[in-house]
């Protein structure tokens, strides 16, 4: 995530569940390797450190953004600002 001047607010990776099977880094297109991600955190404590870092009045942008946010468990008005 990075802020309206474009600095890096917050970045991380998702360790793959014990259950599941990673299977491509799609190292080309993403520049990660496995052992990128070997000490991830799990998505649930991604994500609360995602929303200790966003702002209620913040602008989220992005690429099929609504989608995200519903991932996410992101509320308007909680998380970000509404429109």
Avoid: N, Y
Avoid at 14 to 36: A, I, M, N, Y
Avoid at 42 to 64: F, P, T
């Amino acid at each position: 995530m990075v802020d309206g001047d474009e600095k890096k607010v917050f970045d991380s990776f998702v360790k793959v569940p014990s259950d599941k099977k990673l299977f491509s880094c799609l190292t080309k297109l993403t520049g990660l390797v496995e052992s990128d991600i070997e000490d991830a955190e799990e998505l649930d404590v991604v994500i609360e450190k995602l929303k200790g870092v966003l702002d209620k009045d913040g602008v989220l942008v992005g690429q099929g953004i609504g989608h995200d946010v519903s991932w996410c468990k992101l509320e308007a008005g909680v998380d970000f600002r509404e429109r």
